[in-house]
């Protein structure tokens, strides 16, 4: 038995977080969870990987509309788009999405250096998960395959142990954070309850360039944690690190609950 010491949601994929005292589960996720996306003019999506900058955006709600920051390049206050929809491609998923007004892609599109689209996805576009580690009707945002990642404190702890410079939780870009638990213990976790609300684990998370880059200005720091989750914690081909999650159960989860393996 541990406890839930972060909580946090991504409006805008691969733009910063945004910590919560308390987060809506719903199918798809955490309420408000990347349900926004930059995309290239093509339609194709746009993340850290390719564009380190996006890092240095910060991102809040205020209402039902989207307020973007960058530190040089000022401030845009988004309302949630109606139309025009068009289809956009997340990896190898093609779904329906609404574009962000004019005036607002073509500050981020100056902002960027390229041009660009802030992309919404609406309730009515449904999004399935990788159907090897899913059930029927199991579905997603704009996340890169599953609703939430799960991180444990010991795991981190231990990595950073045997690395010469400690390497951040944000680096990770998780959702849940818990502590409590032995270091990779939930790697053999099939399920966790978090309060009252019950999630499946549907499989590990494969780790990638991004978790390398400097989480507030997405500079390159050097080869870690990469280089040590490959040579320690690989499973297949894939750097393993956290829990991907998908909902079982509708509800709310605060910081602080009781989280138990299930």
């Given amino acids: 038995m541990g406890s839930l010491v972060g909580l946090r949601i991504y409006p805008v994929k691969s ?46 709600y205020v209402g039902s509309s989207l307020q973007i920051n960058h530190p040089q390049n000022g401030l845009a206050l988004v309302g949630q ?18 574009v962000a007004s004019s005036v607002v892609n073509q500050w981020l599109s100056k902002a960027l250096a390229r041009p660009v689209e802030l992309c919404y996805m609406p309730d009515s576009t449904i999004r399935t998960t990788h159907q090897d580690f899913s059930d029927p009707g199991d579905h997603v945002s704009f996340a890169d395959g599953f609703p939430l990642l799960l991180t444990n404190v010991a795991s981190l702890d231990e990595m950073n142990s045997h690395l010469d410079a400690h390497v951040s939780v944000d680096r990770f870009r998780p959702n849940v954070i818990v502590e409590g638990f032995e270091a990779w213990a939930e790697e053999s976790w099939s399920g966790v309850q978090i309060g009252e609300v019950k999630f499946k684990c ?25 280089n040590y989750l490959s040579k320690h914690r690989l499973k297949g081909q894939a750097a393993i690190f956290g829990v991907n999650l998908i909902p079982m159960t509708p509800g709310v989860i605060r910081m602080g609950e ?3 393996p299930i």
């Fill in 15 to 60: 733009m910063r977080g945004m910590e919560q005292p308390e987060a809506v589960v719903e199918s798809r996720g955490l309420k408000g969870d990347r349900r926004w996306m930059v995309c290239d003019h093509d339609g194709k999506f746009l993340t850290q990987r390719n564009v380190h900058e996006l890092a240095q955006y910060s991102v809040r």
């Fill in 81 to 98: 788009p109606v139309k025009p929809v068009k289809p956009i491609q997340v990896w190898n998923d093609t779904v329906d999405a609404v």
């Fill in 202 to 226: 549907a499989k590990l998370c494969g780790r990638c360039i991004v978790t390398t880059l400097n989480p507030l200005t997405g500079e390159s720091l050097g080869t870690e944690p990469l």
């Fill in 258 to 260: 009781i989280v138990v």
